[in-house]
């Protein structure tokens, strides 16, 4: 694609990778992704902010050859989807300097071998002037590294945010029109990126509330026109309160724990309580992880294997120990042959939940009567529990 203009001397570059389907060998992509860079033309001074990933270089470098002189490469962020163009971007322009944090420059040091005479730190707050375009940088830590911040364009109220509200879509589109679509895209990203350090984030955007912001414009995805429609929605997945959700994560061997899953989930439904049933032997994880962000309640289901629980349910585990929703109640359902530690391990294995284990269901090979009227005990607890909380 070529460079398309945002504003008088603001214009976005970078690429749309509209194959990618997977991020960091483990994040689905099923709407591909793109790579935002933005060139900021001041009176004096010319500054691209972040670049893109190494594979689309060349595509940056072509949207670069009218541009004679770039005085700063602005990096927000090192992960190398942002940053991992630097190098070229410097040897084309020898003279430019890297402004980043003291923590990135480190790290694209590292990373990039970058060399240290190129770098100029920012402080929290600090400002630069590139001639009628001021430039102030807000350490906004853990979106999604620690080293992250955003920076604001005071004359434009543009807010650069890096991963900070991003989303991964590739498009044609440079700003948000289908709302709904993009709520998705963003929520997944949320529920993969940024869930893990929701506490921090939410500073973040108090801290970022304070400023009058016309168009947030991230690295991934499109830019907001509208920027309470994404800050909005960020609120209310780190603080909302949890849905009247029961997120159902499986595995069946030979069919036992299928049948536990399907007579439990009728039971929660008849009780009133919603839920979202994943087989984990074919479901998209991303889906997973964002159902997860707003679930009162996780429940495994497993059969037991190796006297613990399926190795797909131990990655089920992992990853919602990870991301740490503000899920507030867990138990566990499923079968098991002769014998095993499944609910011992399981426990074990998610010290980062909050939550309070509601007495879990397992049966020995296929459910008798009596492990259904268990399951339907379970099934009334967790919506109990959800009413007693306030959960709707
Ligand atoms: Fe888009 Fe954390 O990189």
Same mark, same amino acid.
């Given at each position: 694609?070529?460079?398309?203009?945002?504003?008088?001397?603001?214009?976005?570059?970078?690429?749309?990778?509209?194959?990618?389907?997977?991020?960091?060998?483990?994040?689905?992509?099923?709407?591909?992704?793109?790579?935002?860079? /933005?060139?900021?033309?001041?009176?004096?001074?010319?500054?691209?902010?972040?670049?893109?990933?190494?594979?689309?270089?060349?595509?940056?470098?072509?949207?670069?050859?009218?541009?004679?002189?770039?005085?700063?490469?602005?990096?927000?962020?090192?992960?190398?989807?942002?940053?991992?163009?630097?190098?070229?971007?410097?040897?084309?322009?020898?003279?430019?300097?890297?402004?980043?944090?003291?923590?990135?420059?480190?790290?694209?040091?590292?990373?990039?071998?970058?060399?240290?005479?190129?770098?100029?730190?920012?402080?929290?707050?600090?400002?630069?002037?590139?001639?009628?375009?001021?430039?102030?940088?807000?350490?906004?830590?853990?979106?999604?590294?620690?080293?992250?911040?955003?920076?604001?364009?005071?004359?434009?109220?543009?807010?650069?945010?890096?991963?900070?509200?991003?989303?991964?879509?590739?498009?044609?589109?440079?700003?948000?029109?289908?709302?709904?679509?993009?709520?998705?895209?963003?929520?997944? /990203?949320?529920?993969?990126?940024?869930?893990?350090?929701?506490?921090?984030?939410?500073?973040?955007?108090?801290?970022?509330?304070?400023?009058?912001?016309?168009?947030?414009?991230?690295?991934?995805?499109?830019?907001?026109?509208?920027?309470?429609?994404?800050?909005?929605?960020?609120?209310?997945?780190?603080?909302?309160?949890?849905?009247?959700?029961?997120?159902?994560?499986?595995?069946?061997?030979?069919?036992?724990?299928?049948?536990?899953?399907?007579?439990?989930?009728?039971?929660?439904?008849?009780?009133?309580?919603?839920?979202?049933?994943?087989?984990?032997?074919?479901?998209?994880?991303?889906?997973?992880?964002?159902?997860?962000?707003?679930?009162?309640?996780?429940?495994?289901?497993?059969?037991?294997?190796?006297?613990?629980?399926?190795?797909?349910?131990?990655?089920?585990?992992?990853?919602?120990?990870?991301?740490?929703?503000?899920?507030?109640?867990?138990?566990?359902?499923?079968?098991?042959?002769?014998?095993?530690?499944?609910?011992?391990?399981?426990?074990?294995?998610?010290?980062?939940?909050?939550?309070?284990?509601?007495?879990?269901?397992?049966?020995?090979?296929?459910?008798?009567?009596?492990?259904?009227?268990?399951?339907?005990?379970?099934?009334?607890?967790?919506?109990?529990?959800?009413?007693?909380?306030?959960?709707?």
């Amino acid at each position: 694609m070529k460079k398309r203009k945002i504003k008088d001397n603001i214009y976005w570059m970078g690429s749309v990778d509209w194959d990618r389907r997977l991020f960091d060998s483990l994040i689905p992509l099923p709407d591909g992704t793109s790579y935002n860079a /933005y060139l900021i033309e001041g009176n004096e001074k010319t500054a691209l902010i972040d670049t893109v990933d190494p594979s689309f270089t060349e595509e940056l470098l072509s949207q670069l050859s009218g541009i004679p002189k770039l005085d700063y490469v602005i990096s927000l962020h090192s992960e190398q989807d942002h940053s991992g163009s630097i190098p070229n971007v410097l040897k084309k322009y020898p003279d430019a300097k890297v402004i980043t944090s003291p923590k990135a420059k480190g790290l694209l040091m590292d990373q990039l071998q970058i060399p240290e005479e190129y770098f100029i730190t920012v402080a929290d707050g600090e400002e630069i002037s590139l001639g009628k375009k001021t430039i102030k940088f807000i350490y906004t830590p853990w979106v999604h590294w620690p080293e992250t911040m955003v920076a604001y364009l005071k004359e434009d109220k543009i807010l650069f945010s890096c991963d900070f509200f991003g989303s991964h879509i590739a498009t044609t589109d440079l700003y948000v029109s289908d709302e709904t679509r993009v709520y998705e895209a963003a929520k997944r /990203y949320y529920a993969e990126i940024m869930m893990p350090f929701r506490n921090v984030i939410k500073n973040n955007i108090e801290k970022i509330s304070s400023y009058d912001i016309s168009m947030i414009a991230p690295s991934h995805g499109l830019i907001y026109p509208k920027p309470s429609f994404i800050i909005d929605a960020y609120k209310d997945w780190i603080q909302g309160s949890p849905k009247n959700t029961v997120v159902l994560p499986y595995i069946s061997m030979h069919g036992s724990t299928k049948r536990i899953v399907d007579y439990f989930v009728a039971s929660l439904e008849e009780k009133g309580v919603r839920v979202e049933q994943f087989n984990l032997a074919v479901t998209d994880i991303g889906k997973l992880a964002m159902a997860m962000v707003d679930a009162a309640t996780i429940v495994i289901g497993t059969p037991t294997i190796l006297v613990g629980p399926h190795p797909n349910i131990v990655y089920g585990a992992y990853l919602a120990n990870a991301l740490r929703p503000k899920t507030k109640f867990l138990s566990i359902v499923g079968s098991y042959g002769w014998g095993g530690k499944t609910v011992e391990i399981l426990a074990g294995m998610i010290p980062n939940l909050k939550v309070e284990i509601i007495e879990p269901v397992l049966c020995k090979g296929l459910p008798t009567d009596d492990d259904f009227k268990a399951l339907d005990k379970l099934a009334e607890k967790i919506a109990q529990k959800h009413r007693e909380a306030g959960i709707k």
